[in-house]
């Protein structure tokens, strides 16, 4: 059974770029035609899906977020990673890393992470 943990500096001052990283265990990164990805969830709002690192290595972001969001892997550690840019207090959200996969045009997420505080704030 997969398992994904998040871990990363959770505070950063405005204007810094959050970094989070995903391990995940029981299974690999780069098995076909897993999805990897990150979403977060802003208090008391919906979900937001902000990227997702393929299986082979591509990635696809938000187009709200774009600018600002680089997903990376490492494969060696089982892990992928997310950059977000300029961060400004209305990025303080639950982040949390999932995994999905293609059912039709639709991205179902099965397996998720447990979540953790992201906050931009001086």
């Known amino acids: 059974q997969v398992q994904l943990q998040e871990s990363g500096p959770g505070l950063v001052k405005p204007s810094q770029t959050l970094s989070l990283t995903c391990t995940v265990s029981g299974g690999s990164i780069t098995t076909n035609y897993y999805y990897w990805s990150w979403i977060r969830q802003p208090p008391g709002k919906g979900l937001e899906w902000i990227g997702y690192i393929a299986y082979t290595g591509s990635t696809y972001y938000s187009p709200s977020l774009k600018s600002r969001t680089s997903i990376s892997r490492d494969t060696s550690k089982n892990q992928f990673t997310l950059q977000l840019s300029s961060v400004t207090p209305e990025d303080t959200d639950v982040y949390y890393c999932?995994?999905?996969?293609?059912?039709?045009?639709?991205?179902?997420?099965?397996?998720w992470g447990q979540g953790t505080q992201g906050t931009g704030s001086s």
């Open positions: 999932a995994r999905g996969e293609y059912s039709g045009s639709y991205l179902d997420v099965g397996a």
